[in-house]
């Protein structure tokens, strides 16, 4: 207030009073500050979460207009990486329970050359659905009975960033299961390359085949490359 910098005028020089004003509207300025909190909760903030941390309207639309956070769906803020250029970080904060399936995991193991407009994202069958209503990134989640969810689960790593992603055995059981939904061509290849793949398990395969239902299938189309 006018009042304020009449009191601090004679006391202070010029820049130690814009200190002293800034410090008197909490630590809005103070960028690393806000990261710290951000750093906690894995680099996403839900609205409430801010709150709780005391980080208001003002403070969001300041840091917002700075380029430090950016919003990516109702209620959700991320901080802005200048050096991270990957959606794989932001897939595995906003879906943490996420497993990457199908065409993500096709171009990953490189059984498919195209790289998938979609995240594809293998989630139990319970969960909600609209988190998955989303601007960006854009992502298509395929919904899976929570008993066969994890089989064939497995780690990986795209652009230094850990993930949850189905093995080989598993990304073929699915598509099989999926076979009327692929690209014709995205399938061919992917069976062709997986059975030139000499880290390849046959045995591991046919026990995923089971649980899946595509036993047949796995026998039918698979045993002819054999």
């Known amino acids: ?110 059984y498919s050359d195209r790289t998938p407009a979609e995240w594809h994202l293998a989630v139990s069958k319970d969960s909600n659905k609209s988190r998955f209503n989303i601007d960006y990134p854009f992502v298509r989640p395929y919904y899976v ?16 960033h850990e993930v949850d992603i189905y093995d080989k055995e598993r990304l073929i059981c699915d598509c099989l299961r999926y076979r009327n939904k692929m690209d014709k061509e995205i399938f061919n290849k992917a069976i062709r390359r997986y059975i030139m793949d000499p880290e390849k398990s046959i045995p591991r395969l046919m026990y995923y085949a089971e649980p899946l239902r595509v036993k047949r299938q796995v026998k039918d189309l698979i045993g002819v490359w054999l």
């Open 1 to 110: 207030t006018i009042w304020a910098y009449n009191m601090h005028i004679q006391k202070y020089p010029l820049e130690e009073l814009i200190d002293v004003v800034l410090k008197g509207y909490g630590t809005m300025y103070d960028v690393q500050y806000y990261k710290e909190i951000f750093d906690r909760y894995g680099g996403i903030m839900r609205t409430t979460e801010l709150a709780r941390e005391k980080v208001f309207y003002d403070q969001r639309q300041q840091l917002i207009e700075d380029g430090y956070i950016e919003k990516i769906r109702r209620g959700y803020y991320q901080w802005v990486d200048p050096d991270d250029f990957s959606e794989a970080g932001l897939i595995t904060r906003l879906f943490p329970d996420a497993i990457l399936c199908m065409d993500t995991a096709l171009r990953y193991y490189g």
């Open 145 to 160: 009975e929570p008993a066969v969810l994890e089989l064939g689960l497995t780690r990986g790593n795209i652009d230094g």
